[in-house]
T-cell receptor
Framework: DAMVIQNPRYQVTQFGKPVTLSCSQT?????MYWYQQKSSQAPKLLFH???????NEADTPDNFQSRRPNTSFCFLDIRSPGLGDAAMYLCATSRVRGNTGELFFGEGSRLTVL | AQSVTQLGSHVSVSEGALVLLRCNYSSSVPPYLFWYVQYPNQGLQLLLKYTTGATLVKGINGFEAEFKKSETSFHLTKPSAHMSDAAEYFCAVSSYGGSQGNLIFGKGTKLSVKP
């Protein structure tokens, strides 16, 4: 049973054309994360939501935004994608109560920028 | 501050051979340690984790890892490699009791398995 679902799995966009990636979860976890992973690199945290509280990493470009309209859904908006934004984008969740730090990942959305 | 170092960006073994992927961590507080596996074009899947208690932890697919505090290590092993083990493996550390579970990942080790 899929627990963290990302759509689309593959997204092709043109340079500068906005794109939105979505993530939904059935785990009822409080925390949702967006990671960027470039080829052969470790995932890099962009931001996370603790319930409705948005937490941006200091080095996340302004080009990246996020929305969390409810517990189950979280969106990643890239306002003007550049060639350097081509990457795999990973959504993850974690619980708060009894948390051991484990993250539950979706299968990722691979973004190609032409 | 916490950090993770994975020794060897690429490890190649023969099918049936021992798999050993090395991970050293740095943490000023008792750490929670994780190994994740990533298959091509997929997300990360938890292999195993150490939180407290027994220092030898067993995970899925026959993998295990041993937490050695004196060596600040959490190496991943599997006695006999299978072709399906070919993937990228990430070691990660989280601060003890961290309410938001922000993981610090190593740079990953790509495992190749030769027939």
């Amino acid at each position: 049973d899929a627990m963290v679902i990302q759509n689309p799995r593959y997204q092709v966009t043109q340079f500068g054309k906005p794109v939105t990636l979505s993530c939904s979860q059935t785990l009822n976890h409080n925390v949702m994360y967006w990671y960027q992973q470039k080829s052969s690199q470790a995932p890099k945290l962009l931001f996370h939501y603790y319930d409705k509280d948005f937490n941006n990493e200091a080095d996340t470009p302004d080009n990246f935004q996020s929305r969390r309209p409810n517990t189950s859904f979280c969106f990643l908006d890239i306002r003007s994608p550049g060639l350097g934004d081509a990457a795999m984008y990973l959504c993850a969740t974690s619980r708060v109560r009894g948390n051991t730090g484990e993250l539950f990942f979706g299968e990722g959305s691979r973004l190609t920028v032409l | 501050a916490q950090s993770v170092t994975q020794l060897g960006s690429h490890v190649s073994v023969s099918e049936g051979a021992l798999v050993l992927l090395r991970c050293n961590y740095s943490s000023s507080v008792p750490p929670y340690l994780f190994w994740y596996v990533q298959y091509p074009n997929q997300g990360l899947q938890l292999l195993l984790k150490y939180t407290t208690g027994a220092t030898l932890v067993k995970g899925i697919n026959g993998f295990e890892a041993e937490f050695k505090k004196s060596e600040t290590s959490f190496h991943l092993t599997k006695p006999s490699a299978h072709m399906s083990d070919a993937a990228e493996y990430f070691c990660a550390v989280s601060s003890y009791g961290g309410s938001q579970g922000n993981l610090i990942f190593g740079k990953g080790t790509k495992l190749s398995v030769k027939p």
